[in-house]
């Protein structure tokens, strides 16, 4: 985790106090800068790339509002160059996930850092900027957006109008100095204190000899890892977003309770926020969503978490972990709406002894329901923290 290096406190106290010291018009170069500067201190190689994809976003979206071709373009490009570096070594050795990373970073051969972040960023600059919800951005905003570091290397997914918005009457808070060192102090013990503390927990399921490792192991090293990735993951994005209030900007939140959600949709409106509304409104929604029958929305939400495992990482397991949360997603869509109102139908009104059953169980249901979707969740994680093949191997030997 980049975050936790010995370098990222003293630049980010350095970076924050002189940005507040330069005059207006200068903190959003300055802020590019540092940025870039960042970047280029953990992946040089690769932010000559960077530094073109983000001008030629900025191009094609300053041309997208009257040049279709534009917006195609811009849209194309960067997913094209995220697939390009992602996807074309996707082979058994490169499938696995980082072992107990929180952030979904996927590695592989030449894969520039954080990509997946600069891709579905730029994505949504483009497509707004088509539909006519950004006008005429400065270069220096953009710039400042694309390349803001706090959020550079995983998260939160930002977006521009929020950004612009607060760009342009900025000044420094004593309360935005408190809640981003808080937070990041909260983000730190998170990561370092908690998630790191599972590690030993998690490791059979990734350094584990398949045959030696019990079915109780597999469950612990499981519900371990549930926790060691929110952990870590929600850590970093409080680092991140503390990080951001010392420069005076609010940046999305990522996770709220998320293992207390009663259904699959609502753990994804908990998990990983900013990337789930970005699913949301720039797949699942120009799809159709839900406004064209049932069948057709769980075509859509299908495809959605396709997309949201392909993006996660390289290998088949991503694209297995993004199939899985799809048929929990349609399976819960299918009770609420067409098993549920008829298995259940009037009980609610009902005043007889079973229907007064059911309304006074209604803290039972909810815990029942927290419960399932928790198990269903920490399920899947097999399918996130490691390759088909060891997945496989694992549970063959533990029966």
Not at 365 to 388: C, D, Q, Y
Request: aromatic letters at 16%; charged letters at 15%.
């Amino acid at each position: 985790m980049i975050f936790t290096d010995l370098v990222f406190v003293p630049f980010l106290v350095a970076a924050a106090a002189v940005y507040w010291l330069l005059p207006r018009p200068a903190r959003p170069w300055w802020l590019a800068l540092t940025g870039a500067a960042f970047y280029a201190y953990y992946a040089p190689a690769a932010l000559i790339l960077v530094l073109g994809l983000a001008a030629a976003t900025f191009a094609f979206g300053r041309l997208a509002p009257k040049h279709r071709w534009a917006a195609v373009l811009g849209i194309v490009l960067p997913v094209a160059v995220l697939a390009f570096f992602k996807y074309r070594g996707l082979v058994p050795a490169w499938s696995a996930a980082p072992a107990g990373s929180g952030a979904p970073v996927a590695l592989g051969v030449g894969l520039p850092l954080a990509i997946s972040f600069f891709t579905f960023e730029f994505v949504h600059f483009v497509a707004d900027a088509r539909a006519g919800k950004i006008e005429r951005p400065s270069a220096a905003r953009f710039a400042s957006f694309a390349l803001f570091f706090p959020t550079m290397i995983a998260g939160p997914i930002k977006r521009f109008e929020p950004w612009d918005e607060q760009s342009g009457d900025q000044r420094l808070a004593p309360e935005d100095v408190s809640t981003g060192v808080w937070r990041i102090l909260t983000g730190a013990f998170k990561k370092v204190v908690i998630a790191d503390s599972l590690a030993p927990f998690v490791a059979p399921l990734l350094t584990g000899q398949p045959g030696r490792v019990s079915a109780g192991a597999l469950a612990l090293g499981l519900l371990a890892y549930a926790f060691r990735i929110y952990y870590d993951f929600s850590g970093y994005s409080d680092i991140a977003i503390g990080a951001a209030r010392l420069f005076g900007f609010r940046v999305p939140e990522n996770f709220h309770r998320p293992y207390l959600a009663t259904s699959p949709a609502e753990f994804w409106r908990r998990w990983h926020m900013s990337l789930s509304s970005w699913i949301f409104d720039y797949v699942y929604r120009p799809l159709g969503g839900s406004r064209k029958g049932l069948v057709r929305t769980l075509v859509n939400l299908m495809a959605a978490m396709l997309v949201s495992g392909l993006w996660h990482g390289v290998g088949w397991n991503f694209v297995a972990w993004g199939a899985y949360h799809g048929i929990l997603l349609c399976g819960y869509r299918l009770w609420r709406e067409a098993v549920r109102p008829r298995l259940l139908a009037g009980l609610d009104e009902r005043e007889d002894g079973a229907g007064r059953a059911w309304r006074s169980a209604v803290w039972v249901r909810k815990a029942a329901s927290v419960g399932v979707t928790f198990a269903a969740v920490t399920a899947g994680w097999s399918l996130f923290v490691m390759p088909l093949e060891r997945l496989t191997a694992l549970v063959s030997g533990a029966m």
